[in-house]
């Protein structure tokens, strides 16, 4: 997957994508991430990208034309394609798993990066094929935004996360909460690692798992479990779970 993210700050993405996991994708060339600095796309003598809002009022708006003009060297680079263009946006589509599975399936992104009030409406209206915000709070640009989609973004694509680890375990990917993990040593500060999880029964352990993922899904997102096909077998357990989360708050 080909990655182009646009930014005023390109030196944000460097320490992010050069440790762990994007680090080996990169090396393993299953990601091509490159950052282009919009600012060198303005035509003006002192390279601004910025100017005041027509109607007056607070901050400073990224103009249309340096972004435009990048967009076309991107487009000649790229063979006359550019498939998906994401802005990061406060206003735009709440980001989620589903989402980061969809982008996975693509060849090519391209990210943009606002700062200050954002870009001309005109970006928007032309340029953008997908508008993602990443929470309901505003942060001071789209670096941080679009690392985190790129991040969530790559492990989806085949081979990033390796054989060691798999995404189709982790929460959301199939709509409920992972169950918790535990590792040596087996008893810690008197706390002990629950028995099944030593007992070498995988079909024990498999139930048990799904069992916490059951619980640990209704007891904090319960709103996810109207998402996801239960087999009989989850909802024999979840009718249980519930019986006995009851009976606790009764006992309150
Ligand atoms: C200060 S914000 C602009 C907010 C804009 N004036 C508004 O009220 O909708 C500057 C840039 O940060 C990015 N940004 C801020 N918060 C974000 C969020 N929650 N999700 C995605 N991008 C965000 C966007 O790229 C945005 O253009």
Redesign the pocket.
């Known amino acids: 997957m080909k990655i182009d993210i646009l930014t005023l700050f390109p030196q944000m993405f460097e320490s992010p994508f050069d440790a762990s996991i994007i680090k080996r994708a990169i090396d393993k060339k299953l990601l091509e991430i490159n950052t282009i600095n919009i600012r060198d796309f303005s035509q003006n003598k002192h390279h601004t990208v910025d100017d005041t809002p027509f109607g007056g009022g607070a901050?400073m708006v990224?103009g249309p034309e340096p972004v435009f003009e990048c967009m076309d060297y991107l487009r000649e680079q790229r063979g006359g394609e550019l498939g998906r263009v994401i802005?990061?946006?406060?206003?735009?589509e709440p980001f989620s798993q589903g989402y980061a599975k969809e982008l996975g399936k693509e060849q090519h992104l391209v990210f943009?990066?606002?700062?200050?009030?954002?870009?001309d409406e005109r970006v928007r209206e032309t340029l953008v094929t997908d508008e993602?915000?990443?929470?309901?709070?505003?942060?001071?640009?789209?670096e941080l935004?679009a690392m985190v989609v790129v991040d969530a973004v790559a492990r989806m694509v085949p081979g990033v996360l390796g054989e060691a680890a798999s995404a189709e375990e982790d929460s959301f990917y199939n709509g409920l909460l992972e169950h918790p993990h535990y590792t040596k040593p087996r008893e810690y500060r008197g706390q002990v690692v629950p028995d099944i999880l030593l007992s070498g029964h995988h079909g024990n352990i498999r139930k048990w798992r799904r069992r916490q993922s059951l619980l640990r899904t209704i007891e904090r997102r319960p709103e996810l479990l109207t998402q996801v096909e239960l087999t009989k077998e989850d909802k024999a357990a979840l009718q249980e779970l519930l019986s006995y989360l009851q009976a606790l708050d009764l006992k309150k």
């Open positions: 901050g990224m802005m990061m946006c406060p206003q735009g943009l990066c606002g700062h200050y009030e954002g870009f993602i915000s990443i929470g309901d709070y505003v942060l001071t640009g789209g935004p």
